[in-house]
């Protein structure tokens, strides 16, 4: 799908935050600069309170939020460099008790977990292109949406 801007990029972490189960992960792929931090803000900020400050965990890691239904986590696996250091910081956790949300997601070599949705961003002339991929229970749901990968 085509995000021309960024209230676009915004929109769709509303529509996927509508969607997301406890349990599951979004998993933002792209280089940086693409919008995967505005898809995670706006995603996170549904979930939460539209005024909610949701830094980048470039530098803590992880930052945790309480949404009314699901908790969510926010992970930015860009400084890792293997993949248990993000067991480490938590993700098993994360899952077990809400929702994550993964920038840079390749870094878990293969781990990523079984219910989820990848979300590719990539630059488009002055927007952005999107392709959603559903795994484990997001297929199901993807479909009845008329978004299938």
């Known amino acids: 799908m085509i995000l021309a801007d960024e209230a676009a990029t915004g929109r769709l972490g509303e529509v996927i935050a509508g969607l997301l189960r406890s349990g599951e ?3 933002l792929q792209g280089p940086l600069g693409a919008g995967k931090s505005t898809l995670a803000r706006a995603l996170i900020r549904a979930l939460t309170k539209p005024e909610e400050e949701v830094p980048s965990p470039t530098f803590t890691l992880v930052q945790f939020y309480e949404g009314a239904a699901l908790r969510v986590a926010h992970f930015d696996l860009y400084r890792l460099t293997d993949a ?7 993700l098993d956790e994360a899952l077990d008790q809400g929702a994550a ?3 840079w997601p390749e870094r878990l070599a293969g781990r990523l977990p079984r219910d989820r949705l990848d979300v590719e961003i990539a630059l ?4 952005r292109r999107a392709r959603l991929t559903p795994h484990g229970a997001w297929t199901d749901r993807m479909e009845g949406i008329g978004l299938e990968p």
């Open 25 to 27: 992960a979004v998993c």
């Open 124 to 127: 488009n002339g002055v927007g």
């Open 101 to 103: 949300v993964i920038e």
């Open 84 to 90: 248990d250091e993000s067991y480490e910081i938590g």
